[in-house]
């Protein structure tokens, strides 16, 4: 069977880069980057029925980052971004609906740069935290994966901010958080204007208010897993209580893909090496091919 939004076909797309994060521990480097090859072993892309648009192979990582240097990684990010904003855009242009599996969050960047390209579009960003980390809040940055929404909505390096002289990707105004739970990172959002929903008490209504809107060509949809409580889903960098139970979770990403306008998804930070048997990611399959269905 293959699963269709409202016009489009599914298209998954691998994109398995782990630029944006720093070390979890010293000698490693982030695991997420093997997540769209656990959750393909888990059956996802055959149990969608989606078309298959391969993978997007990201630079090579570099674990070590200066103080004061800019973002790790950061042109690297750069260009992987220029490259994914043009399969997005392929993929749109032959009808599929993007399903991109990450990877961290600063694919987000991908996207936002495509859509960016061809109009005016919103975000919806589904995470426990804010990612909205900027020198105007922060002493300090430097892993784009705790910055991306800063990053989209124009704040920060102009390598990463405004590639070709397109900042910012995403208004402020055309942004709604989702699930955010980090009482440091609600603090973030005092100044911002950015319209958020914290924790588990998320209302579709009050999303389509912001996606849904005549100013608006569309609009992009990030999920975090780690907007999933720990109980459900553990095999995150940063785990966080208080999050969505799977049933909700479900409710709320097939509700947006089916909002007029839902123009793709990116799943992130999912890391098979928390996940020794494979058991969460033959779960993690489980709940998107249901919230997709």
Known sequence: ??????????????VP???????????????????????????LVQRLGAADAGALVPPRYVATWTPGSGVRNGPAIAGYARRLADR??????????????????SILLGPA???R???RYGLAYLDAHSD????????????AAGEDLALVTGRGDD????IDGLRPYVRDEDVIVLGVRDEEDLNDFAESGIAHIPGSDISLDDASKVLVRDELD???????????????????????????????????????????????????????????DGSQAALLTDILVEALA
């Open 1 to 14: 069977m293959t699963i269709i939004t409202p016009d489009k076909t599914l298209t998954v797309l691998d």
């Open 17 to 43: 880069s782990n630029l944006g994060l720093r070390p979890l521990a010293p000698d490693t480097i982030p695991g997420c980057y093997k997540a769209p090859w656990a959750l393909r072993n888990a059956g």
């Open 132 to 143: 909205f980390r900027h020198l105007g809040n922060s002493p300090h940055v430097g892993a």
């Open 218 to 276: 569309g609009f992009w949809i990030h999920v975090d897993v780690d907007v999933l409580d720990p109980s459900v889903l553990s095999a995150v960098d940063s785990p966080t209580p208080g999050g969505l139970d799977a049933d909700r979770f479900t409710e709320l990403i097939r509700g947006l893909v089916g909002l007029p306008g839902a123009a793709g998804l990116e799943v992130t930070i999912f890391d098979p090496d928390l996940d020794e």
């Open 117 to 119: 390209r061809s109009g």
């Open 159 to 162: 390598y990463l901010t405004d």
């Open 113 to 115: 740069l495509a859509l």
């Open 88 to 105: 997005v855009s392929a993929i749109r242009e032959e009808g599929g609906f993007p399903v991109l599996l990450g990877g961290d969050c």
